[in-house]
């Protein structure tokens, strides 16, 4: 007699799941196709407005990816490997920024850049020179280039230092002990041992800062303002031109910036081999 197979209804309700996500996604994009016309993508494309803010949203973005996980490999670890009592509260600060709006966050950096302006005119000499100091920072950060990079700082380290921690803390101490009980310091072990196995989770880091700062628009736009070709980057130029009617001009901004963020994240799969938000998978 044959064997019967069964019919693998877990499978095709699952993959059934799955294709209609991506397909859902994939019609969301050709409806911004589809809306469009060959008129709007030339115009767009060709000015200098687009050039400026696809130019200075690259370069913020990426500049703060990298600030980014340089602050958060370190914390991670410090939150993985060196607990103490107390450490709890620390987490939970780490974790606000990815639960507070982005507005939040913008607003809190407005303020916090303008109280300088009060503290400096304090009784005090300890607090009036701190006030000075954060007075001085907020000239240099409110409505300019460097504001960007601050809000899209605070929008993504948190979830830096999140996939950082979940990295370190699958790790095993075991290898990081062993070299130290060959010589090597904790400092040492950290550089030599630690984060050569961490590579995959530090490119995730990577990857989802620069993705979360590339799309920020609230806090931006509260702490840099959205000036043409000064502070402009491409989502508040979105909303720029969705304030004046443009809606095709938006849409072709916003098609922009995915297609950029696909190709983007499909040279980085291709570059390592896998999945850049797992510790593997199949390419």
């Known amino acids: 007699m044959k064997a019967r197979h069964s019919i693998p209804y877990f499978r095709i309700a699952t993959t059934a799941v799955l294709v209609a996500l991506t397909g859902a996604i994939f019609l969301l994009l050709v409806g911004d196709v589809v809306y469009t016309d060959r008129k709007s993508f030339a115009e767009v494309l060709g000015s200098a407005d687009f050039q400026s803010a ?4 690259l370069t913020t973005s990426v500049i703060t990816a990298i600030l980014a996980v340089l602050v958060a490999v370190p914390a991670a670890y410090a939150l993985s490997r060196f607990p103490f009592r107390g ?13 507070l709006p982005v507005l939040v966050i913008g607003v809190s ?11 400096a005119v304090s009784k005090y000499w300890l607090v009036r020179v701190l006030g000075e100091g954060v007075s001085a920072l907020g000239n240099a950060v409110i409505y300019q280039k460097a504001g960007i990079v601050v809000a899209q700082f605070c929008c993504a380290v948190s979830f830096a230092v999140r ?23 904790q400092a040492q072990a950290f550089w030599r041992v630690a984060l050569p196995m961490a590579r995959h989770g530090i490119m995730a880091a990577a990857v989802l800062s620069w993705s979360r700062a590339f799309e920020i628009f609230g806090a931006v736009a509260i702490v840099a303002g959205a000036v043409r070709r000064r502070t402009e980057v491409l989502p508040t130029a979105i909303y720029l031109e969705f304030s004046i009617g443009r809606i095709e ?35």
Request: aromatic residues 10%.
């Open 54 to 57: 696809l130019l200075l949203s």
């Open 87 to 99: 450490i709890v509260i620390l987490d939970v600060f780490v974790d606000f920024l990815i639960v």
């Open 109 to 119: 950096l407005l303020v916090f850049f303008r109280m300088g302006v009060d503290m």
């Open 163 to 185: 996939v950082m921690k979940t990295t370190f803390s699958t790790l095993s101490p075991r290898a990081e002990q062993v070299a130290m009980t060959l010589g090597c310091t």
């Open 249 to 283: 001009a938006a849409l072709v901004i916003s098609l922009a910036m995915t297609a950029v963020a696909f190709v983007i994240l499909l040279c980085l799969r291709l570059f390592s081999g896998g999945n850049i938000f797992g510790a593997g998978g199949r390419t």
